[in-house]
């Protein structure tokens, strides 16, 4: 099995929490932005009557996939190369970036514009493009604020979710060329995008993009955006490269039905988002067409039964809208472009559990991620499932295994409970509490057994 | 061993012994139903698409007044003549990318519309041109048959040829970027006029 | 029907009172009840935290001490949502008890047919779903259709309901910092309402949330919703 490489994996999650935590204006900030999509979203949920029928059907046509994944990428990948396409195989990060490296410098371009792509930020594109003189050109809204500013993405369908207008406006002001004077109402900053990324588009002649759905039957590859930034790099370059995690697959062009339903609901909170680009190989836009397959721990989580489900993710980001603990933390606390629910599945999976342990306890379990997700994903089973695989320390297992000795027995169980109970205690809860009970009683009071267990008070007679 | 056999093969691995996950059972479509165009032009509406509607025959005198204004239009090279016979404005037949730029408006047709959603989908068959032209110029004016309005989005795929260039548009170009509020207006055309024609 | 009471580990050892509540108020209600002496913990601590080969005993002693009865009443929406859920996923066999495990208020709904306990209690109250509950088995309006039966009760929507407390077992500890934040929200919502008493169907929850209260000086208690249902009248 061999696990993914890039930027996967940072430091452990809730120590990496803490200062987030203590942003006010951070929180601020994911409360009023989760708050409006939650809102925008049940809404045009609301109105599709065969929802749940469709989030069914998402769920099976995924898994069916995911069965038959290598026969469909093999299909997929003749479909596209009749069309023109040129098709890559990339194993991990380094050899995707190294193939897409060098397809750039034989076009003897040294600037690119790139498409939000959530698998180029995956393999570290961008940074590997530096290393070569490549200059990559982030042509998204939200990518083009993070890059500015030399952030990182915290969020999966909004990469600058935590930063508010007024942090943007200071930004472009500051970081783009023409933009002194604006203000910072969205249409403003928007117009300012326009006009800064306009020229870039017009003599731009490689683009990078990624790809929402790649059609086995077909070969075509489907790219959903909103701004217009994508159909400029689709349609205006003479080269185009499109990485594609080899799990974007859909066996027929039908089944886009399905997907071109659930996802913008699911993600904008709109019947539809403005654009939809599908094109099949070499068409009315650029003339060398490239796409490149990428593995990178993908093939390691398709052969976990119950963990495979995490390749069923199209990556709307319902679930970190309403995750409450993405609401406080924010995404750079999860230190994978992956954050949220989703991203506490699908890292320590990418990257072996060992590499990314502390993510599957990053979560309360509370099920509101399942309740949204579009495609059924059981985000908490596989939690749960990835938990029994993650390291734990030596103290937490022998008191784990003490517990259960204790419990599977009655007898042992009912001496345990007699020795805990605190018949001559007046207060009922402690304020201050050793170890590891001590992170309990930081924050909250600590109720105390009752002078009598229950099941004694039921020997007495109740 | 390529990387493509050795992708190939950890996949292959990955499933060895996985139980069989069957097809969902594909709904049938009935490519020729046709979608509502009071729904269509609703929605069109609520993403701040401008629509207009266009009785039989009325068509030429609808777009007349719809580009009155407009001072260079681009169209596709086959774009009929008849739709221009009330437009006095400069028209180029498929400009290059950078006169593309200059023009005021575009004018084409579309393939397929989706009433659900509000969206228009095109697919550089007749009176719509490559992809570019309905890109890079500002403003958008569209003409779409009711004929063209299937009620959903299987049938409209179901009407199209996948292995054309797409494109399905839905009201101007937005984002919702900023504080995940949708502002119209980003890098496509910022204005988008829907002729809703009868034939 | 044998009716059995599956107490669960928490409320045996802090929460004795709930487990009273819950019979007192089936006996109320004309049904009795039993309390299998054997009974220990539903292995709910060890499944969720990543130890199921310490899980697996207490999931098999489950099944073997309720076995005999037509049906299981606990008064926890986590604990009955780890037998229901986690339950046929772990040990197959005990697929059949785990079927006729019932969270309180789906017992008396469901199987008993009840609509009105016969509870008085004048206090204005709020109730918070809790996830497993609401999200897990799917528990809807029972709960708090019982509770708008009671005399005299003054219940008050809880802003933000929906919204997870942050306890989560060993989140509390393992992510102590973000707990406390959705702690703190919670309690923030729950004072906003003006009520007297938060009601929960979960007593793990409520230890989170009323630590919480407590230690911010709220004059705020909490409440297992079964010693609602099961208070005034006939008690």
């Known amino acids: 099995m061999t696990h993914g490489t890039g930027n996967l994996s940072g430091a452990d999650f809730p120590r990496a929490a803490l200062p987030l935590l203590a942003d006010d204006r951070l929180r601020r900030n994911l409360r009023h932005a989760t708050g409006t999509i939650r809102a925008k979203r049940a809404a045009v949920v609301g109105e599709v009557d065969d929802w749940e029928e469709l989030r069914e059907a998402g769920r099976a046509i995924k898994a069916h996939t995911m069965r038959h994944l290598p026969e469909l990428l093999e299909r997929f990948e003749e479909a596209a190369a009749a069309a023109g396409a040129t098709v890559h195989w990339a194993r991990d990060a380094t050899e995707a970036c190294a193939i897409i490296g060098d397809l750039i410098a034989a076009t003897g371009e040294s600037e690119v514009v790139k498409v939000k792509s959530m698998a180029t930020q995956e393999i570290g594109l961008n940074e590997a493009l530096e290393a070569r003189g490549i200059t990559a050109v982030e042509t998204d809204l939200a990518e083009l604020i993070v890059q500015l500013a030399g952030d990182t993405p915290s969020h999966i369908l909004v990469p600058a979710i935590h930063k508010n207008r007024g942090e943007i406006r200071d930004l472009f002001r500051a970081a783009m060329p023409g933009a002194q004077d604006v203000s910072d109402e969205p249409a403003d900053l928007a117009a300012a995008a326009r006009r800064h990324l306009r020229e870039k588009f017009l003599s731009a002649k490689v683009a990078v993009s990624g790809a929402n759905f790649a059609v086995a039957e077909t070969g075509t590859l489907v790219v959903v955006e909103s701004e217009g930034n994508g159909r400029m790099c689709l349609t205006l370059p003479e080269t185009l490269i499109s990485l594609v995690g080899v799990e974007k697959i859909v066996p027929s062009f039908a089944d886009l039905e399905v997907f071109l339903r659930l996802l913008p609901r699911s993600s904008t909170g709109e019947r539809m988002n403005p654009y939809t680009s599908m094109w099949t190989g070499v068409a009315d836009g650029p003339s060398a067409v490239h796409i490149v397959l990428l593995d990178n721990g993908r093939s390691a989580v398709l052969a976990d039964e119950v963990g495979r489900q995490a390749l069923h993710c199209i990556r709307c980001s319902a679930c970190l809208n309403v995750c409450p603990v993405y609401e406080r933390t924010g995404g750079h606390a999860y230190g994978s472009v992956y954050p949220g629910p989703i991203g506490a599945i699908l890292s320590p999976q990418l990257t072996g559990v060992a590499a990314n342990r502390s993510l599957p306890f990053a979560s309360t379990l509370c099920g509101a991620c399942y309740e949204v997700c579009p495609v059924k994903i059981d985000i908490p089973r596989v939690l749960v499932h990835l938990r029994q695989e993650a390291p734990k320390s030596p103290v937490e297992r022998a008191a784990m295994r003490a517990m259960s000795w204790v419990m599977r027995d009655p007898r042992r169980y009912a001496r345990a409970l007699r020795a805990a109970a605190l018949p001559l205690r007046r207060r009922r809860t402690l304020r201050r509490a050793p170890w590891p009970l001590s992170a309990w009683t930081a924050a909250r009071d600590l109720p105390l057994p009752a002078a009598k267990s229950f099941r004694e008070r039921w020997k007495e007679g109740v | 061993m390529s990387a493509r056999e050795e992708i190939l093969a950890r996949l292959r691995g990955a499933l060895d012994g996985a139980a069989e996950a069957p097809a969902p059972p594909r709904p049938v479509v009935d490519a020729r139903a046709q979608g509502d165009p009071e729904l269509m032009a609703g929605r069109l509406r609520d993403y701040k698409a401008v629509v207009h509607r266009a009785g039989p025959g009325e068509l030429a005198a609808v777009l007349g007044g719809v580009l009155a204004g407009v001072g260079v239009l681009a169209v596709p090279p086959d774009l009929p003549e008849a739709w221009l016979s009330a437009h006095s404005g400069r028209v180029l037949r498929d400009p290059d990318v950078a006169a593309l730029d200059t023009v005021d408006a575009v004018l084409t047709g579309a393939a397929v519309a989706v009433a659900e959603t509000g969206t228009i989908v095109l697919d550089a068959g007749p009176a719509q041109g490559r992809r570019a032209l309905t890109l890079v110029p500002d403003r958008h004016v569209c003409v779409l048959f009711t004929r063209q309005i ?37 890098h496509g055309p910022r204005r988008l006029d829907v002729v809703i024609a009868e034939y | 029907m044998r009716l059995a009471l599956f107490i669960t580990c928490v409320n045996d050892l802090v929460y004795p009172a709930t487990g009273e509540a819950v019979v007192r108020l089936l006996r109320r209600l004309g049904h ?8 220990t913990c539903c292995g709910q601590l060890h499944a969720n935290s990543g130890y199921r080969d310490e899980a697996l005993p207490l999931v098999r002693h489950y099944a073997e001490v309720f076995a005999p009865y037509d049906a299981v009443v606990t008064p926890s929406g986590s604990c009955a949502a780890m037998v229901r859920e986690w339950y046929p996923r772990l040990v197959p066999e005990a697929a059949d008890v785990a079927a006729r495990t019932y969270e309180l208020s789906e017992l008396l709904t469901d199987v008993l047919g009840v609509t009105d306990t016969g509870a008085s209690y004048p206090h204005r109250v709020a109730y918070h779903p809790t996830c497993h509950g609401m999200r897990v088995l799917g528990l809807g309006e029972r709960p708090l259709r019982l509770l708008r039966a009671v005399r005299g009760i003054d219940l008050v929507p809880l802003p933000g309901a929906e919204e997870c407390c942050g306890f989560g077992g060993t989140f509390a500890l393992k992510n102590a910092g973000v ?10 919502a729950a004072e906003s309402t003006g009520a007297d008493v938060l009601a929960a169907a979960d007593n793990s929850c409520l230890a989170h949330i009323g630590g919480g209260l407590s230690r911010a000086g709220s004059g705020l208690r909490t409440v297992h919703y079964a010693e609602i249902l099961a208070a005034g009248e006939g008690s």
């Open chain 2, 150 to 186: 299937a009620p959903g989005v299987a049938q409209a795929l179901a009407r199209l040829r996948p292995t054309a260039p797409l494109t399905w548009i839905s009201g101007p170009s937005a984002t919702s970027d900023i504080e995940l509020s949708r502002v119209e207006g980003v």
């Open chain 3, 179 to 188: 707990s406390a934040a959705m702690l703190a929200d919670k309690c923030r």
């Open chain 3, 32 to 39: 009795a009840v039993e309390f299998p002496g054997a009974q």
